[in-house]
């Protein structure tokens, strides 16, 4: 419960922090949340090693969880660090509480949809995890895109909820049963059954943004606040990810032959339409949405092999994901803020006025489209790996060809950066210390995660007990 | 710490001066350094190397080191060498070291450009010292990507377009390739990545072989300009400044050769000799059209980018004959048109960036005008198309020789089909030679022009003495590939 608590306590600090402080006492509440984070950070990195159950096994826990929340916690940490320069503009300032308490409970809520070990624990934990986040998406209500995306968000999340209480119902009705240890002793791959694991995935594949359920991801990714959008991307993917896998290995185990057919047909559906429609995107948030939508393809591929290689491979590629995507949000995120700008055009010739970042964004895109010797290498070659451990020779070839369509689009940025002329370039400027801060945080990431083993070597020594 | 490790902590060394200097002087002064300490490092190599082998040590690969890296995925740092990577090593290092100075004057972005550069050349060089798959094709991805900047930013003519074909052609190769090595680690049962252990071990199942052998091959073979997959080559080396193209050409283009030598043949030689007959005739169209192409071709890049097709095809060809003498003539040709090739492109470098055109139609009687740079480009041109005392000729005299060994119908017939490109060479070679070279100027500008400078003259030099020492005396390198081509195509012939 130690990630639960502490996150419990931060967020209460917080509130009670917006609460009481006036004047200047406000000025800290940014420093103060970072530091809160990366103490809550601190405090879990390391996890302990029992594996235990609590409230009657309504929650879970296993070592793996743990790391996995403590990834997710560090990715918060990079958001927040981001948010600083976009929430002290005029428009935010007054609810800068708001933002944090909100962001931290959908936090709270990934965390207990992860160690959940009740259908009913999981619905509400996801809930959790959905309903703050809409008002996130909507945060700059008196923009227009922001609250259209707002919208978007909660009717897609809610259809997609219902679809999956449809199918838990279904679960219910066949083994009467709501507790993960429980049903995966009573299922027997019914058709009714099968059926209720299709309308499983449509919740979960709408949170991991797995076509076919990812057509709210583009415009949600585009209205967002952009350090929003950095999170959704990123924690909100990555947690979904993770217990769609727990999920699938600890309750439908016995069903295993039905849902790595559906898994199967919905990596290669999320990594080739991700891949062709991220093309043919100018608006830069919304290229990185349609890549993110491949990229939540690749990592289903961990998934799909269902052993402790894919495990770990898993949590390490959300890791590297992690590092590689805030660092790109981060610089979308900065340019935003200084110059307006959004369009790929807008970033032609950003070499000559901002090299350090032109740079760092290029190390970003390289390692999303896993180029050696940047950890995005590491994680894809580990997945790829796993996956063809048991046997989907075919499927990874798919994936393996689909990495030059993402090379492709990923090198178009490059491109624009270095090699197009232009007569307007983004002038030059000098982005925050927060900003700076979590962009060596995502360096640091990129950098070291391949290189440096022992990272790998730490989550394989707990990828056990699922 | 293990010499063979100074090839990839040299470069990274250089990485880091790099990008701590402030002006071109340091700049120059790095690389000068690194290239300088690269060579000096590949010379003692060789001599280390023959002296190991003179003291009696017979083992397949020497100066090896073995570090586990990723334990749980069986992925070690395992380095070491054999006559191959010996002779593979000193053409990166000779290379590198010519294209430093070849790139002299090179404007604008200094900087970036030589970080790229030295980027390119520690994945070549860590290509060449590892013996792990993984960290073999981490190499060979690290000395891949620097191209697109490389040709995108510095490049020439249609440089975007060709920056993004050759990236995505050579990338799209290497996750076949990715393919091909899961599918060897695999289906080996090996609990390591060792490439000798995976030999030694000698279990992959031959309908797993039959799809993992192409896959391999045609990922390393696309690199090699493996027809009909050679397409990226004439626009990336036409459009890639002087020193990228003589690095690409000379040693980048190897490793494609080497990697479907020592992986995919050594590792699947059932498959290999299954299969062999598909890749003898794919490169054997290899080496002819690559060779009528560079005869109808006007820009002097592209004769020179064509004429590469068809000598690295001459590679691929010589080793899928599957006898020591070919693969010997092989890894001859490798280091030979390695050498050429960047002598050639250095020249049309230092050409065009006086005469600032290739076309062959608009240049005439360059000899009275830069007689060094004239000298420099008719012996490259003699190399090529295999004068005897020049590298070219020792080179492809092994290999049809070689060749020719194979006493069936289907290997002499291609034999000498693939000997006709010696004629072809030659024409295209003499009429770009006579037609640029000769006769009298007409272009009033070229007049005017200068002869090298000092750092072109010492890379032309350079390359030269390097071409004639292969040429001359050939034997000491020869007997050094001989025996370690051995193991291989006895591995080979066992089946």
Redesign the interface.
Known sequence: MRPELSLIAVILLLFFFDLFAKGKARDYFQPLACVLMAVHVLVNVVPSREAFSLFGSMYQYVPMMSIVKTVMAIGTLVVILQASNWLVGDDTRHKQGEFYVLLLSTLLGMNFMISAGNFLMFFIALELASVPMACLVAFDKYKHHSAEAGAKYILSALFSSGLMLYGISMLYGTTGTLYFDDMAARLSGTPLQVMALVFFFSGLGFKISLVPFHLWTADAYQGAPTTVTGYLSVVSKGAAAFTLMVILMKVFAPMVAEWQTVLFWLIIASITIGNLFAIRQQNMKRFLAFSSISQAGYVMLGVIGGNA?GM?SLVFYLLVYLAANLAAFGIVNVIERNSGKLDMDDYNGLYRTNPKLAFLMTLAL?SLAG???FAG?FSK??I??AA??EGF?LL??IA??N??IS??YY?RV??AM??NPSDAPIATFRSDGYTRLSLVLCMAGVLLLGIA?SV??GI?LFSFGL | MNILSLFVLVPLLMLLGLWLSKSINQIRGVMVAGSTALLGLAVALVFMYLGERASGNTAEMLFMADYVWYAPLNIHYTIGVDGISVAMLLLSAIIVFTGTFASWRLQPLTKEYFLWFCLLSLGVFGFFICIDLFTMFMFYEVALIPMYLLIGVWGSGRKEYSAMKLTLMLMGASALLLAGILGIYFGSGATTMNILEIAALHNIPFEQQCIWFPLTFIGFGVLGALFPFHTWSPDGHASAPTAVSMLHAGVLMKLGGYGCFRVAMYLMPEAAQELSWIFIILTTISVVYGAFSACVQKDLKYINAYSSVSHCGLVLFAILMMNSTASTGAILQMLSHGLMTALFFALIGMIYGRTHTRDIRELNGLMRIMPFLAVGYVIAGLANLGLPGLSGFIAEMTIFNGAFMNDDVFHRTVTIIACTSIVITAVYILRVVGKILYGTCTNEHHLKLTDATWDERLAVIFLVVAVAGLGLAPFWISDMIHESVLPIVSHLALN
Do not use: A, E
């Open positions: 290689m770990t390289f180029i050696p010797p290498f070659f580990f790829f790996m063809f451990s020779h990874v070839v393996l060809l990495t030059i090379l492709y090198l490059v491109k270095y090699i083993s790998y070597d394989h």
